[in-house]
């Protein structure tokens, strides 16, 4: 079983598409939520990422990642996979 994870994205997002080929290639499960026409979706993005703006901003169950190079890098780290494990 692995942790609830939930990416917020937006088109043509290169960092998105990134941070998402490694979810995939991890067989890794997530929520994605588009707000590239949705303001309200990004200001909800915001509060949760206490005042992060840029994407992707991905959580994985109560904990904030951040974005594409801190999902990056806690693979490089080999801590990713203990956070997805619940």
């Given at each position: 079983?692995?942790?609830n994870v939930v990416i917020y994205t937006r088109q043509l997002c290169g960092f998105?598409?990134?941070a998402k080929r490694l979810l995939d290639k991890k067989g890794?499960?997530?929520r994605e939520e588009d707000a590239t026409f949705?303001?309200?979706l990004?200001?909800?993005m915001i509060k949760k990422a206490n005042g992060r703006s840029t994407f992707p901003q991905i959580?994985?169950?109560d904990v904030h990642v951040g974005g594409c190079d801190e999902l990056h890098e806690l693979e490089r780290a080999g801590k990713l996979d203990s956070l997805l494990a619940v």
């Open positions: 079983m692995t942790a998105c598409t990134a890794v499960s997530y949705d303001p309200a990004r200001q909800e959580f994985i169950g």
